[in-house]
């Protein structure tokens, strides 16, 4: 068994391409989510229409300005050219005053602002939108404090655990959650294709090693990595983009232990309907990547997906890990609270344990 | 008592008969040429015999134990050099050594002193530390058979040891197996090569999953009226 293991991390050493995958890919992904991919607005270029120009339009404005959401882009004058700067992209959302704005407050108790934004980038439009309306009501709240009038309801909308709507905060558990899925189930599968396609297969199976004892060797280099990369991923986040796991970090590693043993469980089982490496490739390529991006409620809100799609992505294993990771990290919950979560994912790595352990199996006959 | 025991050996494969109603033995210390055009069930023949496939039916008996019941005895006599080249090219010749030696479970002392006994035979003591890959076909494939036997098996199956192999290779490759053969260890093999088939002690020809020669090469050529085995092949393959 030692041996084989100081065998594997030989193959993983001297192959400088599965090196870079499994030691490259963790950062590089990292700081591709955490900077390049970001959703968050910074510095939007806005214009503002200021029909009124008093005392409150003024404070609303120069509020707005020193957000850093936006810059002012004050080429705009009038109603006539917003369709041109938009055109032009110069713009991203224009904010209009209404005239008389302060005497109206005053008066009616109400005065009115149109916010237009540039809702070919949808995400950013709903994004900037949401920013004004929340800078307005926010000014609103302090006007009304001042006045001492009468209560008014005013809706508050508080952004729970991630207040600044960091993406980095999204991200982080998806990329995990694929980093590990993808380093063990795609490099265990082809690892094992390998041995099948070069022929040292059969020799291990004439051996007196136990099957189990073959994949365990195989597996076993694989964990450790996969846990360093683990650890290597929420040291970057921590340090480079600054997201802290509130929970615990016995809790939040143990869980991620769980989830490579499920993963490795099934790149075995992959190997074992596998016959060559390009097609382990392939397999954990389609069947792994792209439903565990797409589906598992990373990157699109399961909550938004046809029926169809939600239950099945029920059976995609990093749903519930990314649950579970989220949780941890951002809400800092116990193991109480994500036990559900847990057991199905030790559910799945028993099924495709005992799937593959059969498998390979009838494959002696 | 014969080291191999086979009788009325029967693999199908749905309803494809592999291997019909084998029957033969093979003595101990014997090299055993086991030939046959392919697709005749050669290499079928000799997973079963290594404990890779199951027999469909039939009485296989290997080193006196039985190959459904007693598997795992079977493995620890054995030695098994494949068809394809079967080290790994990513380690060097040494790693090879001590990886295979480990999986048999040699101490590694033994596998220190066996590795230096095999290289030191092959003349490959300084190209101990390469990688592999870096070889020629030639020495790996005299590399793989070393490791095939660095657990001293009673029985080792060669399936086409010297496939695509040049010719002095070759001749030295059965200088090799002749010694090995003289320290006692069985040496049953398969190949495509007749003049090689000429070097064993006795040879059995398969055709369409049956056994239809079994003999020493002398009484075969005798018996068919041909000059060398490649016409006894021939004549029989032609039927």
Redesign the interface.
Known sequence: MRGFIIKEFYHIFRDYRSMIVLFGMPVIQVLLFGFALSTEVKNAPIAIIDHSNDQVTREITSKILSSGFFILNDEVRGEGHIEEVFRHGKVKEVIIFESDFATRLEKDHQANIQVIADASDPNTANLLVNYTSAIISDYQREYLKEMSLPVTITTESQMMYNPDLKSVFMFVPGVITILLMLITAMMTSISIAREKEMGTMEILLVSPMRPIQIIAGKVVPYVLLAFVNALSILLLSYFVLGMPVKGSLVLMLAESLLFIVMALSLGIFISTVSKSQQMAMMLSMFALMLPTILLSGFIFPIENMPLPLQIISNIMPPRWFIIIVKSIMIKGLGFTYIWKETLIIAGMALFFIALSVKKFKVRLD | MPIIEVENLVKKFGSFVANDHLTFSVEEGEIFGFLGANGAGKTTAMKIL?????PTSGKVMIAGFDVYRQA?MI??R?G?M??????????SVW?NF???G????LSSATIKQRTTELLGRLGLESEKNQ?LGSLPLGWKQKLAFSVAIIHRPSIVFLDEPTGGVDPITRRQFWEIIYETASQGITVFVTTHYMDEAEYCKRVSIMADGKIVALDTPANLKLKYNAANIEEVFLKIARN
């Not at chain 2, 494949?82 to 380690?91: G, P």
């Not at chain 2, 480990?102 to 479970?105: E, F, R």
């Open positions: 290594c404990g890779l496939s199951a795992e493995k620890k054995i098994y494949s068809q394809r080249f079967s080290l790994f090219e990513d380690l790693e001590q990886f295979y480990g999986i048999y479970g990688l």
